[in-house]
Each structure stands twice: as structure tokens, then as C-alpha cells.
């Protein structure tokens, strides 16, 4: 093990065990390995190579058959699928959190590399892949592996009516017809310089209106004509299902997105065998299999291990393994299919309330000795609980992408995240309730000769009670409810097949984890009624909670929006 | 055993404003003195100077023979009963506990014995109340239980701010009567603030008008009403006596 544990760090990393991370997981504090003396020479490091992958279908399918490549050759391999966005999957790369995930030279030349080529290197994707494998050694020490085979760029899609009625054929019609039209198009799509920003410089592109939308709708959207055009992916499945136009990129705007494995500098150091099994894959996978194995995934709703498989053994790289699963359950039934998984989801849902308690207690642990702090210290008090307040308006992706250079990828900062987010309630709760308790039995506490200490534990902290576990349920629901974003971060939990679920266009999945936590946060939010009633001073309490109830499922509703 | 309370030339500003403009006043052991006034006139601040809720900026303050300052302020807050208007009794604590409050924190072991016998004292049979909480009181009896949780423990003086003050006419009239009994039953020396001139001739042996921080003037009611020494006096007894004639015409 190369990782120094103190003693003091000795619960976290048993926590962490419980939840079932491997210490390795959770030691992402670690630095990038730096050569050392004791340094391990190459091939004699044993440990699991981490496969990650971004969060949409094809990416879970490449990482699948990543994963299972090594696997044969002999290799120990821990799966982190769906890696919030770019930022945070190369974040954990670079921090040496995972060692290999499928990406697009596009990418990392626009919105990793952010540069700009001339345009006569952007027209050869050779060249732009032996620009993009050159600055990412020397500025990030990470390598590209050869090319997959296949091209998977933007593909900007309307539908064949659309097409008809405005003459469409190329991205210049669009961009004429623009005003008349609403996009939908994916988050990502809409912030990047080669998205929405690039089209809109180079074609004029304005659309009437622009809706985000999470990969798995929008096709539906556009189908449902509730938007006009959209962004997809050229081996996207569903563009031949929904029979769409795909408009040429006639100024070349869009570079070459070559799919390719991007491995970290570590392995490529520590592991060289496995870099030498992954580029088995290179140069053997073409758009018209992708285009293929995408829609076995999307459409047909096939399980990403099978697909995965079966195109390794097709390819002759692996042979026939019997163990998997291969059930076609796309028509099973819906509780057929939740009961199949219930020991997956059962121990999802462990996992997810482990993360829960663990950040709340945490946070309850810091925000009520705040609270109570900054009732005496008035002055601060507004501007300290604002701050933590504006902790609550940062998205929880932005937030966890923020902790990936910190804390790398995992439970840690996941645990970081959360807590964050928990502080605010409890803190608020806390100072309002006490500095709210009845001022005039605080008074004449006072003049009648209690301590401050006697004043705070006979009189302030009962009277606040009430309000201060009212923020504390409030902060349990919302921790519920992000910790399903812990995912987004391979912290594991209830997240996991909701991020799976979006990226793979599968209700079913989606159900699989969003129904759980729902019922985990009235749980959750039952259990601390309970405690409520039981601290509430005698002379308050009401037979019923029905109102707060109410207002938890409410919050629950909010934050599980996609 | 009553004490006698003395303040000498005492100051105090909040800010700006000047609640106390060397003052000073005297209460003999075990007599009643009223303090009347406008709110803002510094009645409050010159009371709460006994109890140290108001440290003066300057002047001594005494209680008995020894000066505030001497000691630990829960210590002497502890031998000094205290009433204010809205009787603050601890809602989540029942009536028995409200009214053991001092001798508890005087670690009295008989604590429970002599919340019960203060209770009786305001005409609160015990068993009847010492288990309800104070929400399951009413207005008048409230005040009856902070007037009990103020003698529980006999101190030799009590504090009272405006402790009638937001009562109806009936439930304050036989209030003060209940008071007024105690006070002379227990000797005890009693500082009260109250803005009803007619309270003030009631309960108290001695009237202290204050104005802007100042003694006005010092007498029996009679006194005051015989021969204001000031305008300002003269002006407050013919408004007391303007509102009583409305009232009977």
C-alpha cells in the first residue's frame, strides 16, 4: 500500500471501507505519483486499474469494453462509469483518481487543450490527434492510445418535416431559419466553444429559444416537436430510430472527434501491460459498428456488460464468457425487474444512507456550535450564514467538480459536497431558534441569577429545539436528494443507476435509483420527525407533522430534478 | 431580612442618549419606593442598576451595605426578586419548576417546599397549579406565578417592572392588593416601576418622579398632589386626575 494513513485518519478510511470503497479509492488526497526511490518498477504494481467513463451511452459502452478487455488479459479492474462531464472525468484523470476513459480528440482540443488549429490541420484528424496525444503529454502527462476507428461528432439533427418545410440541408439554412426555431440542446453543448457559442460566431446561429435538455429526453423532445432541432452524436442510436436529418457542417466548423482511450501518466508508467491490451482495441471499431452497438444500447435497450462482450468476442479479442447475464429484459416487467436487482439496490441504498448520515452528522456536528457561536457574535452572524447560503445556489455539479483537484474523485468529496450543502439549514436553524427564544423567559432567566451556560441548556436550546431539528430535517432531505449527484463523482449510491439510467435513455433504470431515494427521504425525514417531536418542549407539541411533511416532498421533488 | 438600596450620583448613556443624569435615591429597609415617569425617563435603567442588568458608567450602587460591583452578578441576582411586565416565565417548564427556579440555583434542597409555600402566598393553591404550564394560565395568574417565583426563596428586596402593566383593571387590582399584603407580610423592600400614578400611591410608601434621566421630585402621593415642585409633576397628577373624572362623568 503506498498510501501513508495516520492514525487519525484511521475512522475515515473505516468508514470508507464500510461504504465499501477500496482504501485506494478514497485516497485521493494522494499525489499524482511523483518517481520516488520506492518507487514500484513497472509490472510489479498489483491494484485494480480504475476504468472510468463519461455519462452518456456510448461512453459507458467504450468503458465496458475497456474494462472487460483488461479483464481477460488477467487485469484487476474498478469500474467509475458516468463521470459527471469532461471537467470532472479528466480532473480525476490528472489526479491520478482513475487511469483510463474513452474520449474524443475534439474535446480534448476545444475544451481541455483549448486550442485553436489552422484550419487546413483542423480538416486532417490525423493531424489534430497528433496535436492533441503531443500537448497532452507534455502539459498534463497523459496519454492518448491510438484511435478507436470511428468519428463520433456533433450532429446537429431536425426532423424530416422540419427539414422539408424550412428546406433544410445544412448547418447555413439553419442558421437562416433560426429565428423561427427552438433549440434543445444538451448543457454541455450550449457552454462549449465548439457548441452553441462556435455556431452561433461562425454560422450566426440564434435560435428563438434555447432549452437545456438531459441527453435522454431530447430526442424525444424533438419528436414530440416540443423543440425543432437538437445536438446529438453521429453514432448516436437513436438518430436512425427517430429517422432525423443530420445537417452538414458545411463551413467545417465542428473539428474531428477520433474516439480514442485517454490513459494517465501512471499507468502508462506503473501498468505498461495494460496499455499494451488496451491498444488491442485501436483502429478496430468503425461508425457503422458504433452506430450499431449504440442503438443494441439506446434502442433496444440491451445491458451495456452484453453488448460490451459481445462485440469483443466478435472482434476476437475475447472469448465467450457464460457467467454474464445476458437475459433480455427490456419487456420484464417493472417490479420484475426491481426485484431482480434488489440486492444491487438494496446495497445501493446503504451505501447512499451511509453517505447521508456521514455528512449530516458532520455537518450537525459543525453548524449547531456555529449557530449557537453567532448568536453571540450578531455582528457576523448575517454575513457568515449568507456565505454558507451561497454555498446552496452553486449547482451540485459545479460544486463536485469544484472538490476534483482538492479531493479527486470518490467518497471523499462527495462527503465534502454534501456536507456542504448541509451546513446552511443547521446553521440557520440554529441561530435563528435560539436567537428567537422567547425573549422574555431569556430576560428573566437572567435577572434572576442563571448563568449564560444555564440560560443556553435550560432555556435557549429547549425553546430552539424544535427549530433547530426542523433544519436538521430540512438538510437531511436535501442531502438525500444530492447525494444522488454523488454519482456523477463515482462516490456509488442511488445516483448510480439514475446517472446509467439518463445516460442510457432507460426509465426503467432512472425508477431503479429515483424511486428508492424518494422513499429513503420520507424515511429519513419520518425517522427525524420522531426526534423533532421528542425535543419539542412539552407546552408545543402538536399531535401532527402533516404540514412539514408535505414540504420535504416538496424539496425532495426540487432537488431530484434532472 | 430587608435590605436597604442606595444608588450615589449614577450615570449611564446607551450611546448617545442619557438614560441616567446623576441620580441618586434612597429606600430604607423594607419600604416601598415607586419610581413614575414617560418611558424613556430612565425608571427602568435606575432599577435594572440593582440587579446589575445596567452597569452605570458611573456612581455606587449599593444594596444593603455592600456594593454590586462586589460581586459575581448571578450571585446577587440570586437574592434579589425580579417581576417585568410580561412575566417570563419559562414556557416549557411547569409552574412548580418556574417557581423553584432561585431556590434551585441557590442549591436549596427544599426547593420544591418553598416554590409550593410562594404559590399559596399569591393565592395559587398548589395543588391546583404547581403542574400546569404556564400557556394553561391565565394573564392574571400568570403574573401571580412570577410574583411567587420572585419571593420563593425570600429575598430582602424585589424588583418589579411595570409588573401589573399589562393586566385588565380587575385581575391588576386584586393583584396589587395580593402584593401589597406580601410586602407587608414578608418586609421586604420593594423598588417598582410603574407609569400608573395611582399603582404608585397604592403599593408605595415613597413617589419618585423621573424626566429625562432625572429626579423630578420625591414624596408621599399626598406631597405631589399638595405641592408639585415642578411643572412637569404638577402637569402628570392633573392628567391622572383628568382621566379619572372622564372616567366618573
Excluded at chain 1, 431530447?218 to 436512425?240: C, E, H, N, P, W
Excluded at chain 1, 449547531?368 to 454555498?391: C, F, M
Excluded at chain 2, 395568574?141 to 385588565?168: H, K, M, Y
Excluded at chain 2, 402621593?221 to 372622564?246: F, N
Aim: charged share 20%; glycine share 8%.
Amino acid at each position: 500500500m503506498r498510501i501513508c494513513r495516520p492514525p487519525t485518519i484511521a475512522l475515515a478510511v473505516t468508514l470508507a471501507t464500510v461504504i465499501g470503497v477500496a482504501p485506494r479509492a478514497n485516497g485521493q488526497s494522494e499525489p499524482p505519483a511523483k518517481p520516488s526511490p520506492e518507487q514500484p518498477t513497472a509490472n510489479s504494481v498489483n491494484r485494480p486499474v480504475v476504468v472510468a467513463s463519461k455519462p452518456f451511452g456510448e461512453s459507458y459502452l467504450l468503458a465496458e469494453m475497456f474494462a472487460q478487455l483488461l479483464e481477460s488479459r488477467g487485469f484487476e479492474v474498478e469500474r467509475r462509469p458516468g463521470l459527471g462531464a469532461t471537467e470532472i472525468a479528466f480532473g480525476a484523470l490528472r489526479t491520478g483518481a482513475i487511469d483510463v476513459y474513452p474520449e474524443y480528440t475534439g474535446t480534448g482540443l476545444v475544451a481541455i487543450l483549448h486550442d485553436t488549429l489552422p484550419d487546413s490541420v483542423m480538416a486532417d484528424p490525423r493531424a489534430v490527434f497528433a496535436h492533441v496525444s503531443q500537448q497532452f503529454t507534455l502539459r498534463y502527462n497523459a496519454r492518448w492510445l491510438p484511435p478507436l476507428g470511428f468519428q463520433n461528432t456533433y450532429a446537429i439533427a431536425v426532423t424530416k418535416a422540419t427539414a422539408n418545410k424550412y428546406h433544410l440541408r445544412t448547418l447555413t439554412d439553419l442558421a437562416r431559419e433560426s429565428p423561427h426555431l427552438t433549440a434543445g440542446f444538451t448543457a454541455d453543448f450550449i457552454g462549449r466553444s465548439d457548441g452553441l457559442v462556435g455556431l452561433n460566431q461562425v454560422y450566426g446561429l440564434r435560435p428563438r429559444a434555447v432549452r437545456p435538455l438531459a441527453p435522454a429526453v431530447k430526442y424525444q423532445a424533438l419528436a414530440s416537436g416540443a423543440v425543432d432541432v437538437i445536438d446529438g452524436y453521429s453514432t448516436d442510436g437513436l438518430l436512425a430510430k427517430y429517422d432525423l436529418v443530420t445537417l452538414i457542417d458545411d463551413q467545417h466548423f465542428f473539428p474531428p472527434y477520433e474516439a480514442a482511450a485517454l490513459v494517465s501518466g501512471r499507468l502508462d508508467r506503473e501498468m505498461p501491460n495494460a496499455l499494451a491490451a488496451l491498444v488491442l482495441l485501436s483502429g478496430r471499431l468503425d461508425e457503422a459498428t458504433m452506430r450499431q452497438l449504440n442503438r443494441r444500447l439506446e434502442v433496444d435497450g440491451q445491458d451495456v456488460r452484453r453488448v460490451a462482450g459481445d462485440e469483443l468476442n466478435t472482434l476476437g479479442l475475447v472469448g465467450r464468457r457464460s457467467a454474464l447475464s445476458t437475459r433480455a429484459t427490456q419487456h420484464a416487467e417493472f417490479w420484475a425487474y426491481m426485484w431482480d436487482r434488489r440486492g444491487y439496490i438494496l446495497s445501493l441504498t446503504l451505501r447512499h444512507l451511509l453517505l447521508v448520515v456521514i455528512a449530516l452528522i458532520a455537518a450537525v456536528i459543525v453548524a449547531v456550535p456555529l449557530g449557537l457561536g453567532l448568536e453571540r457574535a450578531r455582528r457576523v452572524a448575517e454575513p457568515t450564514i449568507g456565505g454558507l447560503g451561497v454555498l446552496q445556489t452553486i449547482p451540485s455539479i459545479a460544486l463536485l467538480a469544484f472538490m476534483i483537484p482538492l479531493l479527486g474523485v470518490g467518497v471523499a468529496p462527495a462527503l465534502v459536497a454534501l456536507w456542504l450543502y448541509a451546513l446552511y439549514p443547521i446553521a440557520r436553524g440554529t441561530f435563528t431558534g435560539v436567537r428567537d427564544a422567547d425573549p422574555d423567559a431569556v430576560a428573566a432567566a437572567e435577572a434572576l441569577g442563571t448563568t449564560p451556560m444555564q440560560r443556553l441548556m435550560w432555556v435557549r436550546l429547549p425553546l430552539a429545539a424544535p427549530v433547530i431539528m426542523a433544519g436538521i430535517r430540512t438538510a437531511a432531505v436535501i442531502t438525500v436528494g444530492a447525494a444522488t449527484l454523488a454519482a456523477f463523482i463515482g462516490a456509488g449510491g442511488l445516483g448510480e443507476p439514475i446517472v446509467a439510467g439518463l445516460a442510457l435513455a432507460d426509465t426503467r433504470m432512472i425508477l431503479s435509483g429515483a424511486l428508492p431515494a424518494a422513499v429513503l427521504a420520507l424515511l429519513v425525514d419520518g425517522t427525524l420527525a420522531l426526534v423533532e417531536r421528542a425535543v419539542t418542549p412539552a407546552h408545543r407539541r402538536r399531535k401532527l407533522y402533516a404540514a412539514s411533511a408535505i414540504g420535504s416532498l416538496r424539496s425532495v421533488a426540487a432537488r431530484n430534478r434532472p | 431580612m430587608p435590605a436597604s438600596l442606595s444608588a450615589r450620583n449614577v450615570s449611564h448613556r446607551f450611546g448617545s442618549v442619557v438614560a441616567l443624569d446623576d441620580v441618586s435615591l434612597d429606600v430604607a429597609a423594607g419600604r416601598a419606593t415607586a419610581l413614575v415617569g414617560e418611558s424613556g425617563s430612565g425608571k427602568t435603567t435606575l432599577l435594572r442598576c440593582f440587579n446589575r442588568l445596567v452597569e452605570p458608567d458611573s456612581g455606587a450602587v449599593m444594596v444593603g451595605d455592600k456594593h454590586v460591583g462586589g460581586e459575581q452578578p448571578e450571585q446577587l441576582r440570586r437574592g434579589i426578586g425580579y417581576v417585568q411586565q410580561h412575566g417570563g416565565l419559562l414556557p416549557h417548564w411547569r409552574v412548580l419548576r418556574n417557581v423553584a427556579l432561585v431556590p434551585t440555583l441557590l442549591d436549596r434542597s427544599d426547593a420544591d417546599d418553598v416554590a409550593r409555600a410562594a404559590l399559596e402566598l399569591v393565592g395559587l393553591p398548589s395543588v391546583e397549579f404547581e403542574l400546569r404550564f404556564p400557556h394553561e394560565l391565565s394573564g392574571g395568574q400568570r403574573q401571580r406565578v412570577a410574583l411567587a417565583r420572585s419571593i420563593a426563596a425570600r429575598p430582602g428586596v424585589v424588583l418589579l417592572d411595570e409588573p401589573f402593566g399589562a393586566l385588565d383593571a380587575i385581575s391588576r387590582s386584586d393583584l396589587q392588593q395580593t402584593f401589597d399584603n406580601l410586602r407587608k407580610n414578608l418586609s421586604v423592600t420593594t423598588l417598582l416601576v410603574t407609569h400608573d400614578l395611582a399603582e404608585a400611591a397604592r403599593l408605595a410608601d415613597e413617589v419618585v418622579v423621573m424626566r429625562r434621566g432625572k429626579i423630578e421630585q420625591r414624596g408621599s402621593m399626598r406631597d405631589l398632589v399638595r405641592s408639585p415642585a415642578t411643572d412637569y409633576v404638577a402637569h402628570l397628577i392633573e392628567r391622572a386626575r383628568a382621566g379619572l373624572e372622564a372616567l366618573l362623568s
